[in-house]
């Protein structure tokens, strides 16, 4: 299939070519012709799909032949929970957009609102928003929603994880009743669901992402270990099977500090980016990460989200995530478009009920290998025989000093390349937690796209995370 059989006009067709796509992805396919009829849309599809063309292409293509927009109004409002993925949305928007003559910007909190208010003032065609800081500018009276045509809610999963469906809820009461909704989504909650069934009216449903395609297609494997030697197996991995580009997470952004340091004490060129970083810091980290001169990106989960990195080799979980999902969303970083990745995760013997979760969600379980001299002393508590109740498993205890130890790696065997499966059985009590930090500081940028009426499309905005 070709993009000139989906029926977008000639200027759009000009700037895929530009971008050197020659064509459409499986959900570019299906949702372009869709949308272009104006229907709505449930989408379950992750980030490196091309998801945001299938969404931005036909929009642009509805708003082009439509009169200029006055006065505060928008026509097409794209909702998303991070102020990165805002602004690289906000830059497709302008790169679709080169040779049209349409006008659009990007608003996300943590920044000044009268520069964003200042660029609403004339009205614009796109909105690429965050839900806290546009319902700011929505009480301020700084954009109207009475001339909204398109809703899209991109990564609708995350918004509602980041808490934002008050704010949801809010702006799409004031959005006029008569318009386009466009839902995506990587997983599919209940929530998720109840909000599209109250959002969406005959939706054309696109899958093309299933919940579990990263974890299918990306080569994943469990490095049990003791806690305190992680970032010295780490440092061992990186040398030994010469990593020259590995994206880390940490579950906190203290954690991500104290690992930089320990690399760095091993010459291992490492940075970390985080919300308590300044935004020069995380621009600073993420470019010499993309060129090659920091080996190692250290990154917590809201910091990563959005990241598009082509051709990431390999993803550490140098902890697991309290939210199995995140695991899904940290290991499709790797592996996007058919290239090869592999995920490692070294986990601890706090961790075991964690990896279970994991192994639920993915409805797999992960190969584990031992590696020499790192095999793990501590062992968890004695499990509670299934059925007995809630246990005490997902808590982190101490490991017991003597008696029977009981690795919690069944089927394991160290050093080598040797490995085994296992994994599976045990529920937790652990309480899965939601990360919503993410700290915000950035300024929006507006755009006008193409026709030469001045650009200031802020690529770094490109490269900033955070809500509101
Ligand atoms: P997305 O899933 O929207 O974040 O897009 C992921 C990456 O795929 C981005 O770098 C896009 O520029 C790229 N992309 C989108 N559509 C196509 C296409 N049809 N052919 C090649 N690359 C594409």
Redesign the pocket.
Known sequence: MT?ETLGLSEQLLRA?AE???????P??AKSIPAVLKGGDILAA??????????FVLPILHRLSDKPAVKNNQVRALVLTPTRELAA?IQQ?VV?YGKHLNLRSTVVFGGVKINPQMMKLRGGVDVLVATPGRLLDLYRQNAVKFDQVETLVLDEADRMLDMGFINDIKKILAALPKQRQNLLFSATFSNDIRRLAGGLLHDPLEINVAPKNTAAETVEQKVYPVDKARKAELLSHLIRTEGWHQALVFSRTKHGANKLVKLLDRDDIRAAAIHGNKSQSQRTKALADFKRGKVQVLVATDIASR?I?I?QLPQVVNFDLPNVPEDYVHRIGRTG??GNEGRAISLVSADEISLLHDIERVINSNIERQEIEDFEPNHTLPASRPPGSGRGRQGQNRPPRKNGAQQKPWSGSKSGGGRSANGGGGGRNSNGASRNTSGANRNTGGASRTGGGRGTSGNTHDAENFGNR
């Open positions: 993009f895929t971008m050197g796509y020659t064509e459409p992805t959900i570019q599809a992750q980030t490196g799909t091309g998801k945001t063309a299938s690289q497709s790169d959005g598009d082509d996007r478009a």
